[in-house]
Nanobody
């Protein structure tokens, strides 16, 4: 199982970025993918999660609702995080993670995920 995150960069406040998480070794039909982020000096926090199996669902942190959209392309085995109206406080290293058949309780929790990709840096300037 491998996860490859990409798409980070430097953007001005109010701008947009799209992160990608390419999965290999498993199919998105059975697994949930989440995005977490960690800012300097802060704990890692859940940003969004998508489960596209038999029961599909999406989850968002309150801080990103209405600005971020998570989606999946099961044919490409890739999950995307479209980030709009970015704020300086969105600056962080973003990680994607995977787990088998996520539950609501674990969707946004680090302990709920077994596989992690490398991070991609997102920097939002004011």
């Amino acid at each position: 199982v491998q996860l490859q995150a990409s798409g980070g960069g430097l953007v001005q406040a109010g701008g947009s970025l799209r992160l990608s998480c390419a999965a290999s070794g498993f199919t998105l039909d059975d697994y949930a993918i989440a995005w977490f982020r960690q800012a300097p000096g802060k704990e890692r926090e859940g940003v969004s999660c998508i489960s596209s199996g038999r029961i599909s669902a999406t989850y968002y942190a309150d801080s990103v609702k209405g600005r971020f959209t998570i989606s999946s392309d099961n044919n490409k085995n890739t999950v995307y995080l479209q980030m709009n109206s970015l704020k300086p406080e969105d600056t962080a290293v973003y990680y994607c993670a995977a787990t088998y058949q996520v539950t609501t309780a674990q969707a946004m929790a680090e302990w709920g995920y077994d596989y992690w990709g490398q991070g991609t840096q997102v920097t939002v300037s004011s």
